[in-house]
């Protein structure tokens, strides 16, 4: 009995101290703030994939999923861009050889007008025409077609009795719109031949989207002219970002019979155990506003049921390539798909199989990709285990131009060029109000409070550590620096670097301190303490996703801009200052273009002084050569204003524009920017000192 009366003493004190343990700190508690955005996105993607979900449930009978098949494709259209107008191919054969089994054609044509699309047509010199014919789409190759383990595959379908077109996508190969001396792309990667310009065209209204499908749609055509081709027998298939495009040509093009995707970006944004950012990717695999309307990347392959699909996956990719819940994702949705192929009747036409091999189009998803079109095509069970013989060919042998570069070769027009001329038929209205739907602005409450985390003080000001809730999930730091003898206004300081670039004794808030003004530094979300925390899953993948760029795409994605954000942001700073005093804003860098939308928002500011702050997003669209980031950006935002316009909506408050900077981060000429900002004190340099935030 003694001993059990000690074990209970003993049980009775570790529990006591394991509950003290538990209890609140009681000293200082700051919110975690590397949170804040990543919860954000996190509930913006949790209602998208319910809205989603719920749709998807009520597609019980055929004529259900006919109405979603025909919503999904003008959805889609809708969301990149809108179709464009079919125009002359031109299409001419600039060479050809012949090898065992199969011969190659050189071809070049136009998917719109001035815009070059290089490829190679494979045509069985065996059998009887017209065969079969599979569009094979490119994954993220620097040489696009010529990419051996694609040209293996095309050699090995001619070499079964297949015609096959290959053709360079945008920005790879023969297509290298930025080409460095050796004429390798002087970016850093093909992604970034889709994504720079891509971005570019957001400003438009335009999507890498669309110029990639559109490209697929007019190789389709030229594959249907050819004599050699069975029209009603053609298929698609690609790997990587060749499948992906795969999946998006099966959205939009009722002529395929047959579909093979091959570790395509087979992964919804909006998921189930989201990973803040998500699944985000190059500029053509992200569609703008999407998440808002319940579309993601699976809805592409709705309309293509119940034809004959397949859906192939690397199951490495789940932490070799793509996200943690790729692999997870991509099953739950293969089975929601699976379930309307049953409705049709079609069940067993829609597949799934899968490698253990890491990301690339390897022997084994290549024979399977034969087996699987010999199938649909020919009617044959039989499998073949080896593949015909195949063998690459130097890359300049396949060059449809003669020095392997459409600029060079045909003054082929660049993505760059397209968006300048469409953007120079755009006609940006003087006046524009309606910025809240422009912004997709998450408005904070008007009775927004600071929360004083905690006080002290400093000599002749007293420093508090405050926090402002913008929304339920994302809480502003800022410090708030308020002299003894305060009797002027407060200036909110965003600093693009941070709130804790200035915050030390002797530092540019206690400068302005001691002119008598209240300076509240605060971060915006993503900046500073509040950029995010890095997600979980494998560092390459994580690591690289957590930062600004990708949580801008997620933003756009999931329908809440990040420049809307932190507009948001800053009306909430605006409205918790204001119950103490009235507001200016000094913003430099990126933050300039949140805060002139802030200003136009809100006439509570008083004053605006932008330092070193892009002179326009009209610049960005005439400049190849651009630096401005993605989260200044919104989709069509020159079909609706400017940031002139933005300014001129200030009027009579001051507002002063120092060191504007051009597209390329240049400084702008002064002229130039007075002409711009007729109603602004505009200075030269981009003077970031008390005396010149003080002044303003």
């Known amino acids: 009995m003694r001993t059990l009366t000690r074990r209970r003493v003993l049980t009775s004190t570790l529990a006591c101290l394991a509950a003290k343990a538990q209890t609140r700190y009681p000293g200082i508690q700051y919110r975690e703030y590397a949170r804040c955005l990543p919860d954000y996105l996190s509930r913006l993607a949790r209602d998208a994939y319910e809205k989603r979900n719920a749709e998807l449930a009520k597609l019980t009978t055929p004529d259900a999923i006919h109405a979603r098949q025909r919503w999904a494709r003008e959805t889609f259209w809708s969301i990149i861009g809108g179709e464009p107008e079919r125009t002359p191919l031109n299409a001419r054969i600039t060479g050809s050889f012949a090898r065992p089994g199969y011969r190659v054609e050189k071809i070049v044509y136009e998917s719109r007008p001035d815009i070059f699309v290089t490829a190679n047509l494979y045509v069985p010199t065996k059998g009887d025409a017209p065969h079969p014919a599979v569009l094979f789409q490119m994954g993220h190759s620097l040489n696009g077609k010529a990419n ?28 290298t719109y930025y080409p460095g001396p050796n004429g390798v792309t002087r970016l850093a990667s093909a992604d970034d031949e889709h994504t720079y310009p891509g971005k570019q065209m957001l400003l438009a209204g335009d999507t890498a989207s669309r110029f990639q499908v559109w490209d697929a749609v007019r190789s389709l055509d030229y594959l249907a002219s050819r004599s050699e081709v069975d029209t009603k027998r053609m298929a698609s298939t690609g790997q990587s970002g060749g499948a992906t495009l795969t999946m998006m040509l099966a959205c939009v093009d009722d002529r395929l019979a047959a579909a093979a995707v091959c570790s395509g970006n087979t992964e919804n944004v909006a998921c189930a155990n989201f990973n803040p950012p998500g699944a985000t990717d190059d500029a053509e695999q992200d569609f703008v506003a999407s998440g808002t309307l319940g579309f993601d990347r699976w ?51 829609v597949r799934w199989t ?38 690459p060919e130097a890359d300049r042998d396949l060059w449809a131009g003669a020095t392997g570069n459409v600029l060079r070769d045909f003054r082929s027009k660049t993505p760059f060029i397209l968006v300048r001329e469409c953007a120079e038929k755009i006609e940006t209205p003087l006046h524009t109000t309606d910025f809240e739907r422009l912004l997709q602005l998450d408005r ?13 003080p400093s000599g002749h000001l007293t420093i508090d550590a405050i926090a402002v809730l913008s929304t339920a999930e994302v809480a502003l730091p800022a410090w708030l620096f308020v002299p003894k003898n305060r009797n002027k206004r407060t200036i909110l300081l965003l600093d693009e670097h941070g709130r804790n670039l200035h915050w ?39 690591i690289e996703h957590a930062d600004e760029e990708n949580y801008a795409w997620a933003s756009l994605i999931l329908g809440r801009p990040l420049l809307g954000q932190r507009v948001a942001d800053i009306l909430a700073l605006v409205a918790a200052l204001s119950e103490y005093s009235p507001v200016s804003i000094a913003a430099n860098g990126r933050l300039t273009i949140p805060a002139l939308f802030a200003a136009a ?3 509570r500011i008083e004053s605006v002084y932008v330092a070193g702050g892009l002179i ?36 009579p408050r001051r507002i002063t524009i120092a060191g504007a900077v051009d597209a390329s981060g240049n ?17 030269p340099a981009p003077d970031w000192t008390a005396e010149a935030l003080t002044a303003s």
Request: glycine share 8%.
């Open 148 to 175: 051996d383990g694609y040209q293996k595959c095309c050699q090995g379908l001619a070499r079964l009795g297949f015609v096959v077109l290959a053709f360079d996508p945008m920005g790879q190969g023969e297509r």
């Open 504 to 542: 030390r004794e002797g530092g540019l808030c206690e400068q302005i301190a001691s002119r008598k003004f209240a300076v509240c530094a605060a971060d915006l979300r993503g900046i500073g303490d509040l950029r995010p925390e890095v997600g979980r899953g494998a560092p390459g993948y994580t």
């Open 616 to 651: 326009s997003y009209r610049s960005l669209v005439e400049t190849e050569t651009y630096k401005a980031p993605l989260a200044s950006m919104l989709f069509n935002v020159l079909a609706h204003t400017d940031l002139p316009q933005v300014a001129a909506l200030l009027t």
């Open 299 to 349: 809805d592409l392959l709705y309309p293509f049921a119940p034809k004959s699909l397949l859906i192939t996956v690397s199951a490495k990719d789940f932490f070799g390539t793509y996200s943690p819940t790729y692999l997870s994702n991509g099953w739950e949705e293969f089975q929601k798909l699976e379930r309307a192929y049953e409705v049709l009747g079609r069940k067993g036409d």
């Open 667 to 683: 400084a702008a000429p002064i002229d130039v920017v007075r002409k711009l900002y007729p109603a602004a004190l505009v200075k």
């Open 444 to 456: 904070p409450r008007t009775t927004t409070k600071a929360r004083l985390v905690s006080e002290v």
């Open 601 to 603: 928002l809100d006439k």
């Open 354 to 391: 899968d490698s253990p091999l890491p990301h690339g189009l390897a022997y084994f998803s290549r024979v399977t990709v034969y087996n699987f079109m010999r199938q649909c095509f020919f009617g044959r069970d039989t499998v073949i285990l080896t593949e015909p013989e195949v063998r």
